[in-house]
Nanobody, 122 residues
Framework: QVQLVESGGGLVQPGGSLRLSCAASGSIFSIATMGWYRQAPGKQRELVATITTSGSTNYASSVKARFTISRDNAKNTVYLQMDTLKPEDTAIYYC????????????????WGQGTQVTVSS
């Protein structure tokens, strides 16, 4: 059993900052790509940022230069530093991880966290 638990969401004023964390626990051999996605009311879930085991990153154009994704492989944790937040960043943010649950043969499964609400409003 694998769990991903997000934390760090909340209410912040436009221009402010928040840092999200997502810790994975359970029967984990390794975690490949980890990422953050978000879903605003009435919209589809969209990619925010991803990071590989080696640290290669990918960002949605709407957050590039404002958000920074990072990870601590030893702690199976991924972070999302969000700066210069805008009202349009308001959404539920979900953590995702491609987790190796079996060593031989190497078997990976995608897991999602339960989501954390981020609200940007004055």
């Amino acid at each position: 059993q694998v769990q991903l638990v997000e934390s760090g969401g909340g209410l912040v004023q436009p221009g402010g900052s928040l840092r999200l964390s997502c810790a994975a626990s359970g029967s984990i051999f390794s975690i490949a790509t980890m990422g953050w996605y978000r879903q605003a009311p009435g919209k589809q879930r969209e990619l925010v940022a991803t990071i590989t085991t080696s640290g290669s990153t990918n960002y949605a154009s709407s957050v590039k230069a404002r958000f920074t994704i990072s990870r601590d492989n030893a702690k199976n944790t991924v972070y999302l530093q969000m700066d210069t937040l805008k009202p349009e960043d308001t959404a539920i943010y979900y953590c995702n991880g491609r987790v190796q649950i079996k060593l031989v043969p190497a078997t990976y499964t995608n897991y999602w966290g339960q989501g954390t609400q981020v609200t940007v409003s004055s």
